[in-house]
């Protein structure tokens, strides 16, 4: 220790021998009697304060779904201008505004999150929050099919003539105004007016359909060229898996507004296949008659054609031989099976009737048979009735194998 550390030590001691420091306070203890009252503990919020920031919270999430479903619409609106005007960029417009709609999304499914935890909803609000996640993802999807068609008009555009304008007109103003009715319904936690928008979706489906065979057609008589058919196949089906996603929303509210979950409802419906050929003359009554024989409630059989022609008097006497029967024996053209977009399963029994199958993505199975037509057969009347039963036998295997499979057996 050196000098100035000494002589500063030193007038420390000093100091606190000539001044000495007080005591510290004496601990003081409080003691309560039972007859004192006990001090208020801090007062819990209240069910009223509670409640409205509940409300708060749900109202703030349904503004940004409905902020986000805008987005969607006005995207969905511009590329069938885009579409009509052959303008690039209204197209380039819609694929870089879908950004937007991607970062709504991630914000939307943060605050669901955060809702979860901060609120711990139960019964309806649990429900809310759940629905809006997945519609949340719909919206997500719909903001991607408006770019996708926005890519696809860009193909087109330089098209001399738009074939079946009227009805891409039609199904957009189908399915965008649905989607508009599929979002009213959750943010107003209106379950009849989901219910009554639902329908709508099998009428986008048949149109889509028609659209379909209007391009096909279009093609194969030059009026555009190959490389255009796919570009436009794609916006029709676009339009109509929109349709498809403003369904869904229609069914996360009706779960929402009653606990009901339509998609997992047990619907009783049949499994409906299909059967196909050129004429609906021959070899697809066959398949029905063979599928309604076998007596499966389950399953729902039926036929048509391309270009259908009345039946082949032969294979009408070998079914009633068989002691088959058909649901109709009249001639039926493809397009005129009921809700044609909703059969699960479609049989092409020739090469022709290949082209009934609907382009990628569906949910619909395509399954391609090209059995032979014994009715194109030429020889004696024996050799002429064993092709007829060497038909029946290839499609009837065929068939119970096919029900077997569907059936999960």
Request: proline share 7%; net charge negative; glycine share 4%.
């Amino acid at each position: 220790m050196n000098g100035l550390e000494c002589a500063s030590q030193s007038l420390r001691l000093t100091h606190l021998a000539c001044f000495p420091q007080p005591a510290p306070p004496a601990r003081v203890i409080e003691i309560h009697s039972m007859s004192d009252p006990i001090p208020p503990s801090p007062t819990p919020p209240s069910l009223a304060h509670l409640e409205a920031t509940l409300q708060r919270d749900i109202e703030h999430i349904r503004q940004k779904v409905r902020s986000m479903g805008a987005l969607a619409e006005d995207a969905l609106q511009t590329c069938l201008q885009a579409l009509l005007e052959k303008s690039r960029q209204k197209a380039y417009a819609v694929i870089l505004r879908d950004q937007r709609i991607d970062e709504l999304e991630k914000e939307i499914d943060q605050l669901c999150l955060e809702f979860l935890v901060r609120q711990q909803p139960v019964a309806g609000h649990l429900r809310f929050a759940y629905a809006t996640i997945k519609i949340n993802a719909e919206l997500e999807r719909i903001g991607d099919y408006a770019e996708s068609i926005a890519r696809q008009v860009l193909k087109v555009a330089s098209l001399e003539t738009l074939p079946a304008t009227d009805r891409f007109v039609e199904i957009a103003n189908l399915s965008i105004p649905m989607l508009h009715a599929a979002l009213e319904a959750f943010v107003r936690q209106d379950a009849d007016l989901a219910r009554r928008t639902m329908v709508i979706e099998e009428r986008v489906d048949g149109l889509r359909s028609e659209l379909n065979r209007l391009l096909l057609g279009a093609e194969r008589e030059g009026a555009i060229p190959l490389d255009a058919l796919t570009p436009l196949l794609t916006v029709a089906r676009r339009y109509e898996r929109v349709s498809d996603q403003a369904k869904n929303i229609c069914e996360e509210t009706l779960y929402m507004c009653t606990g009901e979950y339509m998609k997992h409802r047990g619907t009783g419906e049949p499994l409906r296949v299909l059967f196909v050929d050129e004429h609906h003359g021959c070899r697809s009554l066959l398949a029905e008659g063979i599928g309604r024989s076998l007596g499966l409630p389950q399953l729902q059989f039926m036929s048509a054609g391309l270009e259908p022609q009345p039946a082949d008097p032969a294979v009408l006497r070998l079914l009633a031989a068989k002691g088959l029967q058909l649901a109709q024996a009249e001639p039926r053209n493809v397009n005129d099976v009921p809700e044609l977009a909703r059969v699960q399963v479609i049989v092409a029994l020739d090469r022709a009737s290949r082209r009934v199958f609907p382009p990628p993505p569906t949910k619909t199975v395509a399954l391609d048979w090209a059995v032979q037509d014994p009715s194109a057969v030429k020889g004696s009347a024996a050799e002429i009735e064993a092709a007829y039963e060497q038909t029946f036998q290839n499609i009837r295997m065929q068939v119970t194998d096919l029900a077997k499979a569907l059936l999960g057996e």
